[in-house]
Every structure is written in structure tokens, then in C-alpha cells.
């Protein structure tokens, strides 16, 4: 910086002015009120006196010309001294500059920015940068949308220009940007103006949500048990009635004194079986819960003994029922909810934002307490081992591989960037529910620095359960002991698919069958308006035909379809019912079982109207006389007979083993014990009955027991099985 002494004013009228590279000039020449013309060439004025024409008028002129060259002559030294200054003034000349910085920015509304005011060198090469007055400001004025006339902003050199927050979008110019000292302008900016363009927004968002699918439920890798399914329970009842067979058994048993009675293997709760009198009863195989009603047949119920007659009247009988307590267990829904961030600043501007996450606040339940057992939402359970999913989730965009959740997803948004974050989670009650997230982050590329942000979305999802329909397809006809397949079609009547849904039997409280499959079976999704068939196969634990049916279950709506039906080996069932004397309660459990299953089954065959391909007609008469068999060892076991050597007996009566003996029967031939003996080997009964048998004849004793047994066994079944003279 240079001080100079100027005097006078430019010879234009006009103050001195600023040159290339920031340097003043002064100028050294001042007006005077003296006139002062330079001397024509003589030689020129005489050259031009001979051009014109020589005339009296040319000839006085050129006399009065001659006489004032002279006159201007002699007065020229005069006007040689320097004129006397007219004022005095001090300005400064400094060599540098004001560069406003940045020339064009964006800015969301609302939000304070700045312009940096840099002073630097005008040539660094000369100096370092000049000393500024003490008192030096910067100031400037900004017009736009949101100001009637324009304002008057104020900042330091070498500092941030503050520009208010500015409320309404639009283009605003901050003008006649200079550095002033004592109220005049030291230095203009370069350029003398700059440009904020005011945006709406920097980031915009949106919630999407919708339900996953069973395969989409699997890639995101949600972990669910029992604890995330609902159901709908249903119990099936079928009522079925079978025709009774009786057989008879009369015996009469020696009473002696102080002989103690020998309890049956099985005694029905309240059959009131005495020593002295055998009562007819009908016998229930075991495999199911225990009841106080016995017997294969069906049973009925009717108004008690101290009914009115009217209602006696009004009380219809309920025959024999099979109970199929059931359920069908679906997965509640699992929804996305998709955060979308996008970064709509303009492509020219350097707004970035960083550090972006979303907060999912999920609603309370009825009571108003997030976090409760009432709660209609939750966040599924992903990883191993399986844990909520974090409520707070980054929001990324893809990186190189084009894929969410991977080493290289870029985290932050430039402009026209998106970025989402995906939150799961799952249904527990219907309706519809609003979820709302909080966004942060932090916003680069103003003058200010980084300045956090936030913001929200509101989404919704709708938890809709899915409804069903039930179709029952069961025999008409079963028979004690026969397998059969009980069929369950699920029908989807609703509009949202049911995910890995479940149908279920539950066997404790199941009656009248046997489950022999398992209780559950996976349907893995039963779109809106399809439907999926399950199977259960069962064991008969009743014999007779279906007499009526019924459902119960809550907004489950069902139907009944029977079906003609054989059993084993192409046997057609029959709805007879064998009732065998109470001496076989005394026979073994297992074995009495399976015994009286094989006796029904063979008493279907013979009461058939034809005879399936591969077995041989068998006579009623031959059930008759098994059954009669099984009972008399029965009442061996009552009197204290060991219970292997009765054993033996029955195992060799059911093979045959009496075929050339006298029998109660003499309608009985060969052919009839041979039609038995094929049904015993070809039919599922009978191989049960044979491991009954050879379970007991297995069982573990004492070494000196056992050789003593073994040996009089062997006896045994020589004598039994063996060839002798009449």
C-alpha cells in the first residue's frame, strides 16, 4: 500500500480510476483559465497563403494573422510555471483482491448458509497480502421472493458473509458485494454479486409396505416357531352305529372257600364283573383314552331318569361318535416396510447427506403401552441365534454389485440419489396400523459446514388373517382294527394367502380311532381362493356306519363328504359288532387286542357278498369258534392257570393246531381252517397278533426259570405240534 498526493481532477471531470491489476493512476495535468494554443507551422500557413487566392480581403487577413502568431508568441514563457493545486486528498492503492466464494449456491429453505468473503493478493509474486484498515467491513445487499425491498447484510473480511434463513424457494442475489473503511469503499468484490437458489427440500421419503411371501419369508432369512403362528381349532364328530353280533360263552365256575377271585387283565371301570356270575360285555380295545363306556359298539345317550317326559322328548340319542379334535395353524404375516430416501438437490449443487438412518415406531395396543402383550405389531426375529430386528436400520444405496446389505453399499446420497432401509415386521393383530420413522443425518456442502437434519414417514399395513374353509372325507363303513385314511381338504376363502400353514389332529383328545400317521401336516402357502388336501391315516377303534356328523368351530364354515370304503386286503367293512364274553378281560392286554381286531376283520370277510382276490371264503362258524378259544383261555387265566402255557394254547387254536380234533362245531372242514389260516398270514391283524405273542414268549426271567420254562415249552409245543398214535 502506497500513499499519493494528487491535485487538481482528471482533465475529464472524473475521479481517478481503478487499472488492470488493482494500481492507481494520478494524473499530473490540471485545467487553467488561461488559454494556451499550440503555434500553427509558419511554413504551413505560408504554403497555404500561396493556395489562396491573392485578393485585398486575403491580403489584410493575412496582414491581422502575422500580427497575432507574434502576439502568441511572446506570451508562451509566461504560461510555463506549474498551476497551483486546487485540493488535496489521501487514497489508498492496494494490491489485492475481494473474491466472493461460492459465485452460485443451493440452499434448503430455512436453512442459514453463507458466502466466505476471501481477500486475497492481487499478484503473490510482488508481496504478501496488504494490511486492511482496522475498521474495515464487508457489506452487501440481498434482494429475492421473500423480501419486499432488499436487506442489508454485514460481515468481516476473510470471513462468512451470514445469510438469514430464507423461508420461501425461489432465486435470491446477494449484490454490491465491497469492503468499506470509514464509509467509503476500499475494494469491490470480483464478481460484485452471487446467487442462492432456495430449494423446497434437500431429501424426500415414503413408506411402502406389503405382506412377504412364503419364499421371500425364507431369502430374508426371518426365524419363526410356534410362538408366531394363530389357529383356528375345530372338533369333528361322527357318529356311527354298528349292528351286534353276541357270542355267548355260559360257563360255571367252582366257588371254594377262601380261595381269593382272580382280577382280569383288563377290567372296565364299573363293569361290576363278579366270581360268582359272568356278565356279556363288549370289549373296547385299548390305544385311546380310557372311558367308562366299553365295547366296540356304538353307545347312546339319552335324558336321565329324572327327565320330565317333555323333555325326555326333546333329547335325541346320540349314537356311538368319533371325536377328531383338530387344528389349522397358519404363520402370521410378515410385511416390509421399505424407507425410500432420495436426495433431490439439484444436480449442480455439492449438497450431500451423510450418516442417514430411519427409526420405525410401531403403535401400542388397546391399553396404550408399547412393548405390551397386546401390541398388533413387532419386529421379526432374523440371525443365529434369532433376535428382533434392530427399530433403527442405515439407509444405503447399492453399491457396484447391485445388491442391498453387501461390503460395498455406499453410504450416503449425492444429488439425485436414492437410498432405502428395509424394516420387517410381523402381524400379530388384525387391522389396519400406522408406523412411523424418524429420519436423521447430516447434510454436506454448505459454506456453514455440516448441519444435521431429520424428518419422518408415516406408512400403513393392513394384518388381515386368512379365512378358511373345511371339508371332511371320511368312510361311511369302519370296523374295529381296520386302517383307513381320513382326508382334510383346506380351502383358502379369503383374499390373503396363508404362509407354511399347518393342519394338525391332536391325538390325546382324539376318540374312537387310532392315530397312526403324523399329527401334522405342512402345507408350505395356500393362495387366496386354492385349497390343500391332508391326510391322516387311523386305526377303527369302533365298528358300524356313520349315522350322523357335526363340526364345531368359529367362523370355520365345513361340510361332510362320505365314501364307500374296503378295508385290507379289498375286505369290505360291515358295521358288525362282536360282543365277546367278559372271560376275555383276563386274556393280555396286546394280545386280546389284536385277537379280537383279527376276529373282526374275519368276520367281515365272511359276512361279504364276495371274497376278495387272494383269500378263500371263511365260515362264521370259524370266528365263532375262535372267539370261543380266546375266551376259554380267558377263564383258564381266571383260575391261576400260568399265564405262558394259556398262551401257548390260544397261539396254537388260532394257527390251527386243532384242525383233526373234535370241535364244538362239526360244520367245520379243512377249507375253513385254511381260509382262517391265509387271512392270519396275509392280514396286517395277524402279524400284529403274531408279535403280541412272540412278546410274551420273549419276556426276560431267571436263568433257573427260564431254562425250566424253556424246556417244559419245548414239551409243549412238541406234544401240541407233533404227530402220535390215537
Known sequence: MQKLRRSGILPDGKPNEQVAGGRWQVANEAPSSSAHVNAPNVTSLRNTQYAIRNTPLTSHLSRFLLALIFILTSVTPALADPPQPLTEEIIYVLGAQLLPDPIHQTVPKNTATGIRMNVVASDPSVGGLPKLPADAVVRASMRGPAFQKAIELTGLPGQLLMIPPIPLKGLYVVENIRIESGGATVLQGEPGSVSIEVIEKVIVSQVTTRALSADEIEEKGIFFDEENYSAVDFTVAIGVEGKKVPISFPVLVPKEPGLPPRQPAFRPPGSGLQEEKLKTVAFRPPGGPEFTSLGVSGFMMECASHCEEEQRALVAKVPGVILFPGRIAYLNQFFSALLLVSNIAPGTSNLVVRDIQGEILLPGGKDGVVGSQDDPLRMARIGNPPASQPKIQPVRQPGPDGQLGTADDIIFLAPGNDGNAEFLVEGLREGVHTVQIEITGNLYGLPT??????????????????????????????????????????????????????????????????????????????????????????????????????????????????????????????????????????????????????????????????????????????????????????????????????????????????????????????????????????????????????????????????????????????????????
Request: proline share 6%; glycine share 6%; aromatic share 8%.
Open 449 to 726: 459446514g455440516p448441519i444435521p437434519i431429520k424428518g419422518k414417514a408415516v406408512g400403513t399395513l393392513e394384518v388381515r388373517n386368512p379365512q378358511f374353509s373345511l371339508t371332511f372325507n371320511h368312510p361311511v363303513t369302519i370296523n374295529q382294527g381296520e386302517e383307513y385314511d381320513f382326508h382334510v381338504t383346506v380351502s383358502n376363502i379369503s383374499d390373503v394367502p396363508a404362509n407354511f400353514a399347518t393342519l394338525s389332529l391332536l391325538p390325546r383328545s382324539l376318540t374312537g380311532a387310532q392315530l397312526l400317521s403324523d399329527e401334522r401336516v405342512q402345507i408350505d402357502t395356500i393362495l387366496p381362493g386354492d385349497s390343500a388336501t391332508a391326510t391322516f391315516r387311523l386305526r377303527a377303534l369302533q365298528t358300524g356306519s356313520v349315522v350322523a356328523s357335526s363340526l364345531a368351530s368359529e367362523n370355520t364354515p365345513g361340510k361332510f363328504e362320505f365314501r364307500m370304503d374296503v378295508g385290507e386286503l379289498g375286505i369290505p367293512l360291515a358295521p358288525n359288532v362282536l360282543q365277546l364274553p367278559g372271560e376275555v378281560n383276563f386274556v393280555p392286554q396286546g394280545i386280546r387286542a389284536e385277537a379280537i381286531s383279527l376276529l373282526s376283520q374275519a368276520f367281515a370277510l365272511a359276512t361279504s357278498p364276495f371274497t376278495p382276490i387272494g383269500l378263500l371264503p371263511v365260515n362264521q362258524s370259524m370266528i365263532y369258534e375262535r372267539a370261543f378259544d380266546l375266551a376259554a383261555v380267558g377263564q383258564r387265566l381266571s383260575l391261576f392257570e400260568p399265564e405262558l402255557s394259556a398262551a401257548w394254547d390260544l397261539a396254537l387254536d388260532f394257527s390251527g393246531n386243532n384242525l383233526f380234533r373234535l370241535t364244538a362245531d362239526d360244520s367245520l372242514t379243512t377249507a375253513d381252517f385254511a381260509a382262517f389260516d391265509e387271512l392270519m398270514r396275509k392280514s396286517r391283524r395277524g402279524e400284529a397278533l403274531s408279535r403280541e405273542f412272540a412278546a410274551l414268549f420273549g419276556k426276560p426271567t431267571s436263568k433257573a426259570v427260564k431254562a425250566k420254562e424253556s424246556s417244559g415249552l419245548f414239551g409243549k409245543l412238541f406234544r401240541h405240534t407233533s404227530s402220535a398214535p390215537a
